[in-house]
């Protein structure tokens, strides 16, 4: 019988499955039961959160064009009008304030005017509904903001972005009483109320519920309350709150609650509570200082009591705040610190763009040469994908979805690549990107860079735990089904399921076999296609995938590629078409495909062949190795002069960043001018551009 045959009539394939009689799928159930991993209540929850996008795509093997098209109605015009003021807005707060950091308190900047002034104006209510007197803004132009904040001043971003992500607001309007949403939104949005989030403390970071702060219900008399031990620290804006979030460990050994929260019958667990900054017992007395960042951190502690109907939802609340806070991360961590990332990230690539057509070295422009080059071009590559991934972010968060596979992906991607970005960038500014001084774009932003690899979910911990391990169980299209039907101990869901896996598996298998690269769009439709085909030999792992980081980061690597490479098409469409050169938008496509392609042979080689069955599946996954192409270096001097020749790609590399008299503004002057026309005020501003800062001995 024709193979392909076979593989395409489902019907003669169920009926072959059907043969597998049913004392074999119950010992295929409790064997699958045994290597799938354990998953406590906590990860249970965190990969309950959220929802998926076209993460499910690129799990099923296919890409779906019609979701990377262009789409005319993004945006009413009234949304635009006021996108476009509040754009306007952020430029009269970054002109008024400029560049200093806001904290620790300084003659510079008064933190507290600034706070007014950002609620006043509308900043500090970006996420909350205008029915509380919030400012509520389309992501896209919350990203915007906090993109433009972002490469002028950082801590003026920060101190934005924590009001507008995981400070309780977020929660409040998701999860808060009626009295509790009217009695703080309203403060929240204008700036009255300055909020902090406190969840972390010196033994619980990546681990955060691991070894967190504990409260114990009591009573005196008919009095209930709840008595908490805080130790926080590395509380963003902590120092200057009025209204504090903090997250506990609910205990209840006198069975004292009336309600208990859903999936903690007894309402215990971890709960969200709020208190004011002066509540008997709270010690808020010391900041940190992150890296000279600026903006303000610091500590929580403290035996405090609170009545019950501080609990952000009350009583009936209790118990559910990591659920709370996972649903609310999955929304943040897909716009602020990647925005953070795209500000710095486009400030210095434009920066340094104009920098190497000046400066000079062996009597040529440094920009010719190959060396400063090749740095200039791995800069550029990385900021035109964080950009297209951020626009194309917020489109997808703008429509309604909650991808929590996909936000974590742009939190770790963004702040890594523009790390990158960074560093490229100050090896080519060289000298004075080493030593502080005026002319240094560099120091602001070498500061606060590794903050947004740190905080909400470190890098490490996100690259090598959660993207693949939160995606395999949420965007595959049919593992969570199985994992639910083991849960509930239903055989014939199983049955279906696993049916209909192993259906979706063998197709895959063979149509990798049969692979050709004919142009661009096919290297990165088979590249999703062997990405499917490897996640279901690596499922085959089971609980091993927890401790086995390596194979588990790169598959995180490769999604996150697949999932860049799809906003740049995206992006390209929407902004571009027939203004930006396609070779762009290839150069980047290639690139990533590249790096996936690579990563992908690396986790066939490293597939485990600790037993017989896993030498089979390494034996299996052989002809589905990528061919390796190699990058040819006339392309990437053929893209260096697109860049060069294209004002329009230049356009939107500078659009959203804000860099009013700043070295960044003269270095733009220079590119201006013509240097044997304007020659003495060439000279002069080369001179100034190139000088260091000097300080008395
Ligand atoms: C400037 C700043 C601002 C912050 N703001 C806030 C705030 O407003 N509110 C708040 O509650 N918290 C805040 N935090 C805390 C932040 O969330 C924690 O720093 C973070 O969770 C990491 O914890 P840790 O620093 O203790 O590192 P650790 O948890 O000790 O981690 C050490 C390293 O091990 C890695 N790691 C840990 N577990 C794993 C794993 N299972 N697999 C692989 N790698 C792992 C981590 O990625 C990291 O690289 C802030 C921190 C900083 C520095």
């Not at 929802?51 to 779906?64: L, Q, T, W």
């Not at 209510?125 to 919030?134: C, P, Q």
């Not at 009573?219 to 309350?225: C, S």
Request: with cysteine.
């Amino acid at each position: 019988m024709n193979i392909k045959y076979l593989f395409h009539n489902k019907f003669i394939l169920f009926k072959l499955l059907f043969l597998i009689n049913n004392n074999m799928y119950s010992r295929l159930f409790n064997n699958v039961k045994k290597i799938i991993p354990k998953i406590s209540q906590t990860e249970l929850i965190a990969l309950k959160s959220g929802g998926v996008s076209i993460d499910r795509d690129i799990f099923s093997g296919k890409i779906n064009y019609n979701k990377l098209k262009k789409n005319q109605n993004d945006n009413n015009q009234s949304d635009d009008n006021h996108s476009c003021d509040m754009i306007e807005k952020t430029k009269l707060i970054l002109q008024k304030y400029g560049e200093s950091n806001v904290y620790p308190l300084n003659n510079k900047i008064n933190i507290n005017n600034l706070m007014e002034e950002l609620g006043n104006m509308g900043f500090l209510g970006m996420i909350i509904d205008n029915k509380f007197d919030g400012n509520r803004l389309s992501i896209s132009t919350q990203s915007k903001i906090l993109t433009m904040m972002a490469s002028y001043n950082p801590s003026i971003a920060v101190v934005t972005m924590v009001p507008n992500s995981l400070g309780p607001g977020e929660l409040l309007q998701h999860y808060g009483t009626e009295k509790q949403k009217n009695m703080y939104l309203p403060k929240l949005a204008s700036g009255k109320l300055i909020p902090c989030f406190g969840l972390t403390g010196p033994h619980n970071g990546s681990d955060a519920t691991g070894n967190i702060d504990v409260g114990i219900v009591k009573k005196i008399g008919e009095n209930r309350y709840i008595e908490i031990e805080l130790n926080k620290r590395y509380i963003t804006l902590a120092p200057i709150a009025d209204l504090i979030g903090i997250a506990f460990n609910l205990k209840d050994p006198d069975n004292l609650l009336k309600t208990g929260g859903n999936g903690s019958p007894s309402g215990t667990g971890i709960s969200l509570a709020l208190i004011d900054k002066n509540h008997p017992g709270l010690i808020k007395e010391t900041y940190h200082n992150p890296n000279n960042a600026g903006f303000p951190n610091g500590t929580l502690k403290g035996k405090i009591q609170i009545d019950l109907e501080q609990i952000i939802g009350g009583e009936k609340m209790a118990g559910n705040g990591w659920q709370m806070l996972m649903e609310c991360l999955a929304v943040g961590r897909g716009v602020s610190l990647p925005a953070s990332a795209n500000g710095t990230s486009k400030a210095i690539t434009y920066g340094i763009y104009n920098y190497i057509k000046h400066r000079e070295q062996f009597k040529i422009e440094i920009g010719n040469m190959q060396g400063v080059r090749e740095k200039f071009l791995e800069m550029f590559y990385n900021t035109w994908v964080i950009q297209s991934s951020v626009a194309f972010t917020s489109h997808i968060l703008d429509s309604g979805a909650v991808p929590s596979v996909l936000t974590a992906i742009m939190k770790q991607q963004t702040t890594e690549r523009a790390r990158k970005v960074l560093l490229n960038g100050m090896d080519i500014y060289a000298g004075s990107a080493i030593c502080v001084g005026p002319n240094n774009f560099f120091t602001k932003f070498y500061n606060s860079s590794p903050i947004g690899i740190t905080v909400e979910g470190s890098n490490t911990l996100t690259r090598s735990l959660i993207i693949f391990g939160q995606g395999l169980n949420k965007s595959h299209p049919y593992i969570y089904s199985i994992f639910d039907a083991i849960q509930t101990n239903d055989l014939n869901k199983f049955k279906k399921e696993f049916n209909s896996m192993v259906l979706f598996c063998t197709k895959l298998y063979f149509s990798n076999l049969f692979i050709n690269n004919n142009n661009r769009f096919s290297r990165l439709e088979n590249l999703v296609k062997k990405y499917a085909n490897l996640v279901n030999f690596v499922a085959l792992m089971g609980g091993k995938i927890k401790s086995d980081q390596m194979i588990s980061g790169h598959m995180a690597d490769i999604l996150s590629n697949i999932y860049l490479a799809e906003s740049v098409i995206w992006y390209h469409n929407t902004k571009g078409n027939n203004d930006i050169p396609v070779e762009i938008r290839d150069y980047c496509i290639d690139k990533l495909c590249a790096e996936a392609e690579m990563k992908i042979n690396l986790v066939i080689n490293n597939y485990p062949t600790n037993n017989y069955y896993n030498n089979i599946i390494k034996l299996l996954l052989k002809p589905t190795l990528c061919k390796i192409k190699y990058d040819n270096f006339r392309n990437e001097n053929m893209i260096y002069n697109t860049i060069n020749n294209n004002e329009n790609v230049i356009k939107l590399l500078k659009e959203d960043i804000f860099y009013e008299n700043t070295v960044i503004e003269d270095l733009e002057m220079l590119s201006k001018l013509n240097k044997d026309k304007h020659k003495d005020l060439y000279n002069k501003l080369y001179n100034k551009v190139i000088s260091v800062g000097e300080y008395k001995i």
